[in-house]
């Protein structure tokens, strides 16, 4: 199995920052977007599938297609509006937690899943990639007990990336307060699909962000306050 992941936001004037990540089986992802493609066809989806151009119909059918076909998904959420995720936008460089929430998203599902590959979608910091790419296969292995692969790709030269692109947007619309994308993130939590969290830094935080992280509403409380019916149960 292979995990894929890819990012929504950022750090600089951005309200959230948003990693997601999907656990696939390689050799099923060609049938996964022919379905999709099937699915869509009357919506006129074409070429590469990004989540920032979706219509309504055409994210809950991609989403539907995700339930059933994918092991299983995560997304770690850096929040302005959280007290630990607001210091590390304000504090940190944008790869500084761009590689937290990858290890935390993706380290969630390799302790679940016989995981040999991770890859995290390559597009934001390509000068460093080399070095991103070396720290999260080491932070990683220490997670899983087992050496991890990571190998970044392109969103446009791979499906499983793409999909990971649709999730990571959807959950970061929904923390911008979009109803319909919230209730679909709700049906993903309750379905056991999707595991979201805060970011933790779990182990790299000081004293005084325990502090911070006792303060915290969760964050799944947070995102059924508000609920829209989809399109098709």
């Known amino acids: 199995m292979h995990i894929f992941s890819d990012e929504s936001g950022g750090t600089g004037d951005e309200e959230h920052f948003v990693v997601a990540a999907i656990v696939a089986e390689p050799h099923k992802l060609k049938r996964v977007e022919k379905k999709i493609l099937d699915g869509t066809r009357k919506c006129s989806l074409e070429g590469e599938i990004k989540g920032t ?13 995700l339930l059933r076909e994918m ?15 607001g210091w590390a936008i304000k504090m940190l460089e944008d790869h500084h937690v761009w590689s937290q929430l990858t290890e935390e998203a993706c380290g969630s599902l390799v ?27 080491e932070n990683l292995a220490k997670i899983a007990n087992r050496q991890i692969n990571v190998r970044m790709g392109l969103s446009h030269q791979n499906i499983g990336l793409q999909l990971a692109d649709v999730l990571s947007n959807t959950v970061y619309r929904a923390l911008k307060g979009e109803p319909f994308e919230r209730d679909l993130v709700n049906r993903m939590q309750e379905n056991g699909f999707l595991q ?18 006792e303060t915290r509403e969760d964050l799944w409380a947070i995102m059924r306050r508000v609920a829209k019916p989809s399109l098709q149960k």
């Open 53 to 65: 151009d979706l219509s309504a119909e055409q994210r809950e059918i991609i989403i539907n297609i």
């Open 71 to 85: 092991q299983a998904g995560a997304a770690v959420a850096c929040r302005r509006a959280d007290p630990l995720g």
């Open 111 to 137: 302790t679940r899943f016989a995981v040999g590959g991770v890859m995290p979608d390559g597009g934001r910091h390509k000068r460093i990639q080399k070095n991103l790419e070396f720290q999260l296969a």
């Open 196 to 213: 979201l969290t805060d970011v933790q830094f779990e182990g790299r935080r000081e004293v005084w962000h325990d502090a911070l992280v």
